[in-house]
């Protein structure tokens, strides 16, 4: 089998509304009295597409369905390492359509040869995906949520699938609901985080892993821009509006921000990092079995 490097899944905005609330950020009332909201989605959708282009990334776009609008955030589809992929199930049943399109969507790749296999969680396990469970390269494990959406089980579920370090971190508010709002791993070994969105317990273990000089401590109002849900490629960070503190800290660092306006996708409680899945994050474990 063929693994392609650089790949990602974005899905269409076709049929992206705001027209429910399941998380404190959505706002249907909001979203249904501007008419020009499908226009600018659509656009806000393409710009960031255009920039995943332009870093080099093949973009494989997940067709939208009539009457399931957060399908458009693809990160809540499935967990992915190493060829395999472990297929979400999602809280609310709002969402839980969307699970056999991506099924079918997933199957299709593996057809492909763009990933190797596709797995279940077992009945009664919720868990939303990369949403939820972030990989972390330079540490070789798994920052895996559980709280507003996954259960307190599906870490172990990852650990089991996946053979790697999970380390399982509790998410105590609403409206940092996903891990992907409050904490953003950097290609440098950094970790920016919001640590109010995480329970004490949780906050130690970030502590126990991440040096102090590698923990970069978000403000509220820029968790609160979604500036946290950013798409890193190597020193590139692709961001909605980038607060200028932060924006500071980061070029600091030798990172570079590439500003995307999100703002319909925020109408929703998403911005970067949740409407793409990564399909091309190996661990060295997998990568040393392929040099054999
Ligand atoms: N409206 C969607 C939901 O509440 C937004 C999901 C955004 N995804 C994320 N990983 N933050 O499920």
């Known amino acids: 089998m063929t693994m ?6 974005m899905a269409s905005p076709d049929h992206y509304e705001v027209c429910y609330a399941i998380n404190p950020w959505m706002k249907p009332e909001q979203w249904g009295a501007d008419r020009d ?30 009457g399931l609008p957060d399908l458009v955030f693809p990160a809540n589809a499935a967990v992915v390492l190493d060829g ?7 809280r609310y049943p709002q969402r839980q359509g969307e699970e056999r399109w991506f099924r079918d969507f997933f199957e299709g790749l593996g057809a492909r040869g ?11 396990v919720f868990q939303e995906g990369a949403g939820d469970c972030l990989w972390d390269a330079s540490r070789q494990l798994f920052w895996a949520a559980h709280g507003p959406r996954s259960t307190a089980d599906s870490p172990g579920h990852i650990r089991r699938v996946f053979g790697q370090t999970v380390v399982d971190l509790e998410l105590v508010t609403a409206r940092f ?53 950013a798409i890193n490629i190597g020193r590139d960070l692709i961001m909605t509006a980038p607060p200028p503190r932060l924006r500071a800290v980061l070029e600091e ?10 703002s319909s996708f925020v109408l929703s409680g998403g911005a970067s990092y949740c409407m793409t899945l990564r399909l091309d994050r190996f661990s060295h474990a997998s990568r040393r079995v392929a040099a054999e």
């Not at 395999?84 to 999602?90: G, I, N």
């Not at 660092?253 to 999100?262: A, I, N, T």
């Open 4 to 9: 392609h490097a650089g790949r990602v899944v």
């Open 37 to 66: 909201g499908p226009a600018r989605a659509k656009a806000q959708w393409q710009a960031l597409a255009g920039l995943l282009g332009e870093a080099g990334l093949t973009v494989e776009v997940v067709p939208a369905v009539p």
């Open 84 to 90: 395999r992929v472990l297929l979400a199930r999602f």
């Open 114 to 124: 763009l990933v190797a296999a596709v797995e279940s969680l077992p009945d009664g």
């Open 177 to 229: 609901y996903h891990l992907d709002t409050c904490f953003c791993v950097l290609s440098g070994g950094e970790v920016l985080y919001f640590p109010p969105a995480l329970s004490a317990r949780a906050q130690e273990a970030v502590i126990a892993h991440v040096p102090a000089e590698l923990r970069l401590v978000a403000t509220a109002d820029e968790a609160e821009a979604f500036s946290l849900n």
């Open 253 to 262: 660092r030798g990172y570079r921000c590439r500003p995307v306006d999100l």
